[in-house]
């Protein structure tokens, strides 16, 4: 019981910091990758304030990049967004945020 409430709290803390986060990181659009089924968008996502120094701040990170950028296609052939990774970067003030856009078969 005492591991829930201590994941649940970890995951409100994440989740909050996610929207506190949306006007402090930095996006730059890096670019686009054809990739088999669809095209990958690669971003250079940048902290000023506290940097990626930890898995807490890459979760925060992918929560908002998920939170951004998921979406449903409406019909076959659409293009949807299930899934965003993060890639460490050379900076710890920044990560590669990939958003994988593939198309409905």
């Known amino acids: 019981m005492w591991q829930q409430v201590q ?3 970890e995951q409100t803390y994440i989740d909050n910091e996610a929207a506190r986060k949306d006007g402090i990181y930095k996006v730059q ?9 669809g095209q990958d968008q690669y971003m250079l996502v940048t902290d000023l304030e506290e940097g990626f120094p930890d898995e807490t701040s890459k979760q925060i990170v ?13 019909r076959p ?25 593939r198309r409905d078969a």
């Open 62 to 74: 992918w929560r908002w990049a998920y939170d951004l950028n998921t979406y449903e296609g409406s």
């Open 29 to 37: 659009q890096i670019g686009l990758v054809d990739s088999e089924g």
């Open 7 to 9: 994941l649940d709290a």
């Open 77 to 101: 052939g659409d293009f949807f967004c299930h899934h965003i990774s993060i890639l460490d970067h050379y900076s710890l003030k920044s990560v590669i945020v990939v958003v994988h856009h």
